[in-house]
């Protein structure tokens, strides 16, 4: 042991040297990169002056005399056919406002682990994609964004701004300040399950509304359709989804607990429609009995053998194999069943959709911030980043260009205004298919339907618009920074003792809920209630002014 | 080539003259093996610059990480990004998990990949030796994901092949995946699986590396098969085994993170036996984006192993010190 | 290898005794052989045939949809493999060498720092700094982005491998062997070179192919660094190739393109991008190694 004490020593010795060196010389490195967060803090102070300057009317027009190349960052994959729409963009951007453009893509798997890395490495990167489901707040606070005040707006943004009601502005704020541009067109869409008429009709249901209503369908399917699962459950998406519907019927349940936004956690929640927005932790009434009625009809399926047995191991969604016949029921929202009702269309399968709903019949509308954009802090050229954004935000010829394609290429107008795919392009070879090249931001009222979209489809989206009601807390985003050790404690109770309520994979309902009443607790739930409470007082405060 | 062989008929011993080797200082030591440790300047410029001047990042885990400050300059925050993990209640279970499972797996591996290199250096046609160990090799390729697939369309309860087989004999179907027992055998015997065509080409490089005379000899003196497998391949075999075991310690806090992930997933029914550190830290850290709080635990996990592996070691050393890692 | 069991002995005829030695390679080959073919057929089947009956065997439904969908632009592939026999070439050479002339300066008595110097290596895989520090230190300060360089130096060291190759070294070339040279007038490089690579052939074909297929599996580092599309290996490829499926497949509202293989683009991955390496390597293998140590005794 001496001797390897003796020889140990001078080797530590060595590291601990070395690693002062080191973090001696990335201190170095580290003013580099306070540097441009300084410009990013100058242009931060400067805007106020450019709104004081913006009054005046000779200023009005901004300075775009000097050529710019602009980055930016959005999701997903570049589709094989973004070099030809970025070099027509690029030509019509250089037209308009002097800039060009390079876009890069962080991959659809790789966003909690990129996306921070490019925003605090300050490479060079002058607007990325941003949403609350995208970690916004989170960024936000550490300081990845530069604050977007409304003189900017009005001044670079006129066409963005015009369409965008106050509101979205003061629901991307975060510690006094908006660090992100909201789309001027949030998403409309129901979460809804679709279920097979014939089977419907052999079940003896006409006209069902509610979840729980599908009890005999349920039943029939597990008499007569050997093959099938009624309810056949993935682990990422379907597992708490059912459940959910159930939740619903007797509560305006936001989806997902206020303090996480993840579907799969219980813990901080507030019932949509109650106009006080009084904060409840989901232990606690009215939450728990509706909890338990779920869980208890959800017990009651499984133990029938209604549920797949095993959804953890499942990475299949109902809705990828609902028309193959596996699974009774297919989860999905308004928007992405698409494909589920198409190719259920094309098999001769007639569905009928269920759209989840509140007790009063309602939906929440989504948030402002379910798609936006927003500008790093150390952005060269804010300005005209701005500017490009409007355009291709707000600006038809260029939204139909960045979601759709080249015309006559990507995407064709049919006689009675659809859009349809051009003669020799079909949807395998499209190099540019539409939603695949990130521009989720841009204004979608310019959209037009495609032919190809079912009946049932369209009626389900006609529909949409007078389910969505804008809930109390519409554009209230949590802050966790204060207690992130209680949610991830919370969430990880979730996983482990709350998940297998939401299938109903308990041996007794009430002890089960009793458990992970006790163990939230441990988590620490009554102090993210507590600063839920504090937060949203504040919200409700700042809304009513 | 030539040198090798000239000097290896010449195998006498020459005393070595160790007094004069242990005098002087570090400098002088220095310049007399100066072109040895040249030999050693690519290697340490190399891990100086890719992983020593990144470690100094590990502060990151004592820190309120924002990027106008950046790593150095972001305020400390003591201990508060260990907090989540050792509230949570099953700091200590995991931990136990994660050693559990990690000496369960580097057992059964390194018993069978030993076993294998021996039985696939016994085979005497070629072609049945290669293509057995490219078959080996084959469930290196596959990814956890689809193992997952696999494991999910051979187990599940409604249609999986074992309950269907079970079926045909009029057996009552098993639940596999809401029963703890099974998994303390597949999660093993899908590492071995895994892991066995990697290992075996490490010990059959060992087997293979023995000097031949050494067997010829054996022969000669009457030993057969058996015996020369027990006698001379399996003692020759040790040095690599304690290396690879001591290396195997090495991750005994870190552990299959796909495997456990992907195949147990959020099953919470299973997961008191199978939670790992780093699935714990997953999913809690879920959803957020805090760089601190991940680098904590990973601290956590570097101490523990660094302790585990000094002990080791200094086992080793006690016993026979060139075989030790250092 | 001679065949050293070729000799005069009772059981080294014994039928029972090579039975059962054929027995169980054949068994444990054949328990890692049945997956791979599922994977081969499930890769040959269309997607709803998958979907419905799950994986066999052999094809329910024969189709080539996944493998159409990954050769779509075959050009891509082309350039992917392209890189990622580039970075393998080049990255396990340099690798392979300098590993090896490490693991020779630990095994060596006379360097009396040499515990040491492996604790100097072994240390930096117990800490690390996590993804953050790497990141910036060689994208903003070494600005390794969209570089070879990074591709090839990223996943160049094993610490593990070097002192597996310092243990198989000192197994297979004994003390006394390097005494006498030294006495004959060999310099430490020299021993090195002409006595050592050659002695340590079968560690340097093992731990080469280790070395490779870490190169050859790497997506990580490519993801991480570039951007650029001729720098990009086949199996990052592939990796955004998956990822772009699973987005259209979540999010889109207007996709029409109903069977896109999903379930079955995995499988077909795994075959596009270990194919060409199980089927060569065995041949590639001899030669490799035989290059380095022909090339350093040369040298």
């Known amino acids: 042991m001496k001797t390897i004490r003796k020889k140990m020593l001078p080797i530590l010795t060595l590291m601990l040297v070395l690693s002062v060196i080191l973090s001696a010389c990335s201190k170095n490195d580290n003013k580099a990169s306070n540097s441009p967060s300084e410009s990013a803090k100058a242009t931060d102070s400067a805007s106020p002056s450019a709104s004081e300057s913006a009054s005046a009317p000779a200023d009005d027009k901004p300075d775009n005399s000097k050529e710019v190349k602009l980055v930016g960052y959005l999701l997903g994959e570049a589709p094989k056919g973004m070099p030809d729409v970025l070099s027509a963009l690029n030509v019509k951007l250089k037209a308009d406002i002097n800039a060009t453009l390079e876009l890069n893509y962080i991959g659809w798997g790789d966003v909690a682990s990129k996306y921070p890395l490019i925003l605090a490495s300050g490479e060079d990167v002058d607007f990325v994609f941003a949403a609350d489901w995208n970690f916004y707040v989170s960024e936000a606070t550490k300081g990845a964004f530069l604050p977007i005040d409304s003189s900017m707006l009005a001044k670079y943004m006129p066409k963005h701004n015009a369409k965008l009601p106050p509101e979205a502005m003061q629901a991307a704020i975060v510690n006094g300040k908006s660090y992100m541009i909201p789309t001027s067109t949030p998403d409309r869409k129901v979460n809804a399950a679709v279920v097979r008429k014939d089977i419907l009709a052999k079940a003896g249901l006409t006209n069902v509304t509610k979840f729980s209503e599908l009890e005999p369908y349920f039943a029939e399917i597990k008499k007569d359709y050997k093959d099938m699962i009624p309810l056949n459950l993935d682990s990422q998406y379907d597992l708490p989804t059912p459940w959910g519907y159930l939740l619903q019927e007797k509560i305006a349940y936001p989806g997902a607990p206020i303090d996480s936004g993840d579907p799969m956690a219980v813990g901080v929640s507030t019932d949509n429609e109650d106009p006080s927005g009084k904060i409840v932790s989901m232990m606690d009434e009215p939450f728990i009995s509706a909890e338990k009625y779920a869980t208890g009809l959800m017990k009651k399926w499984y133990d029938a053998g209604y549920v797949n047995k095993n959804p953890y191991a499942n990475k299949v969604r109902s809705k990828d194999n609902f028309c193959e016949g596996k699974s009774g029921v297919a989860f999905g929202n308004s928007i992405d069943l698409q494909g589920t009702l198409s190719a259920c269309a094309a098999k001769g399968i007639d569905v009928q959709l269920i759209p989840g709903l509140s007790p009063t019949g309602h939906a929440p509308s989504n948030s402002w911030l379910n798609n936006g954009i927003a500008i790093a802090a150390n952005s060269k050229n804010p300005e005209r980043a701005l500017q490009a954004l409007d355009l291709i935000m707000e600006d038809e010829a260029y939204v139909n260009l960045v979601y759709f394609g080249i015309e006559g290429k990507n995407y064709a107008v049919t006689a009675d205004g659809k859009l349809t795919l051009p003669e020799g392009t079909t949807a395998e070879n499209n190099t540019y298919p539409p939603d695949a090249a990130g521009f989720w931001f841009v204004n979608k009222d310019f959209f037009k339907p495609w032919d190809t979209w079912s009946d049932s489809y369209v009626e389900l989206n006609k529909k949409v618009k007078d389910y969505l009601l804008p809930p109390t807390y519409l554009g209230f985003s949590f802050n966790s920074e204060s207690v992130k050790s209680e949610i991830a404690n919370l969430k990880n109770v979730s996983t482990q003792y709350a998940s297998p309520l939401f299938i109903g994979v308990v041996k007794d309902v009430d002890a089960g809920y009793a458990t992970l009443a006790s163990k939230l607790k441990a988590a620490g739930i009554d102090k993210v209630k507590a600063e839920v409470e504090t937060q949203a007082a504040a919200f409700l405060a700042a809304k009513g002014k | 080539m030539d040198l090798a062989t000239e000097t290896r008929k010449q195998t006498r011993i020459v005393p070595r003259d160790d007094e004069r080797l242990k005098t002087g200082g570090f400098i002088r030591e220095l310049i007399r093996n100066r072109i040895l440790y040249l030999m050693f300047v690519p290697i340490a410029v190399y891990f100086i610059i890719f992983a020593y001047i990144p470690m100094a990042g590990i502060v990151m885990a004592f820190k309120d990480f924002n990027y106008r400050s950046g790593i150095f300059g972001s305020p400390w925050n003591g201990f508060d990004n260990f907090h989540y993990f050792f509230v949570s209640g099953k700091a200590l279970l995991v931990t136990r998990n994660t050693v559990i499972y990690n000496v369960i797996f580097l057992t059964c591996y390194t018993a069978f990949s030993i076993t294998a290199a021996i039985f696939i250096a016994e085979i005497q046609k070629k072609w049945f030796k290669k293509m057995a160990q490219s078959m080996m090799f084959l469930p290196y390729f596959i990814s956890w994901v689809t193992v997952t697939a696999f494991v999910y369309n051979f187990l599940n309860y409604e249609y999986g092949i074992v309950n269907k087989i079970l079926d045909a004999f009029h057996l009552s179907a098993i639940d596999i995946y809401s029963t703890t027992w099974y998994w303390y055998f597949i999660l093993p015997f899908l590492y071995v699986w895994k892991w066995v065509g990697y290992g075996s080409v490490l010990y059959l490089a060992a087997i293979v590396g023995i000097d031949q005379e050494i067997y010829e000899a054996a022969t000669i003196d009457g030993a057969n098969r058996l015996q020369r497998i027990t006698r001379i391949t399996i003692p020759l075999l040790k040095p690599t085994m304690i290396i690879l075991i001591l290396l195997g310690l090495g991750r005994i806090m870190r552990g299959e993170f796909d495997m456990f992930y992907q195949l147990i997933g959020n099953n919470g029914t299973l997961m008191d036996t199978t939670d790992i550190i780093d699935t714990l830290v997953f999913r809690s850290l879920q959803g957020s984006l805090d760089f601190g709080m991940a680098s904590s635990v990973g601290f956590y996990q570097s101490v523990l192993t660094l302790a585990i592996i000094l002990f080791a070691n200094y086992l080793v050393r006690r016993y026979d010190k060139e075989q030790a890692l250092f | ?299």
């Open chain 3, 1 to 299: 290898m001679k065949d050293m069991t070729a000799r005069n002995s009772k059981l080294d005829r014994s039928p029972l005794f090579t039975t059962v030695t054929y027995l169980i390679v054949g068994i444990i080959a054949f328990v890692c052989l049945v997956p791979f073919i599922v994977l081969i057929a499930g890769s040959f089947s269309s997607e709803s045939s998958v979907l419905k009956e799950g994986f066999w065997f052999w094809p329910r439904e024969l189709s080539l949809d996944a493998y159409r969908a990954i050769f779509r632009y075959p050009h891509d592939i082309l350039s992917g493999y392209r890189v990622s026999i580039l970075l393998t070439v080049v990255g396990t050479s340099v690798s392979l060498f300098i590993s090896t002339m490490t693991a020779y300066v630990l095994y060596r008595k006379e360097v009396k720092y040499r515990s040491a110097l492996a604790f100097f290596l072994f240390f930096t895989t117990l800490f690390n700094g996590g993804l953050a520090p790497y990141y910036l230190w060689l994208s903003k300060n070494l600005h390794l982005q969209n570089t070879y360089s990074v591709l090839i130096l990223g996943p160049m060291f094993n610490v593990l491998f070097i002192l597996i190759l310092r243990s198989f070294i000192r197994g297979s070339v004994p003390e006394p062997l390097v005494e006498s040279a030294k006495i004959d007038g060999a310099g430490d490089l020299r021993i090195f070179l002409q006595m050592v690579l050659p002695l340590s052939k079968p560690a340097l074909a093992s731990i080469g192919v280790f070395t490779a297929l870490a190169y050859w599996n790497d997506w990580w580092t490519a993801l991480m660094f570039t951007n650029k599309d001729y720098l990009i290996p086949l199996q990052y490829l592939l990796y955004k190739m998956l990822s772009s499926i699973n987005l259209s497949a979540a999010m889109s509202q207007h996709v029409t393109n109903l069977d896109q293989p999903k379930e079955t683009f995995k499988l077909a991955m795994t075959v596009v991008a270990t194919g060409p390496i199980i089927v060569l390597f065995p041949f590639v293998q001899k030669y490799f190694v035989s290059g380095i140590t022909i090339g350093a005794v040369k040298g």
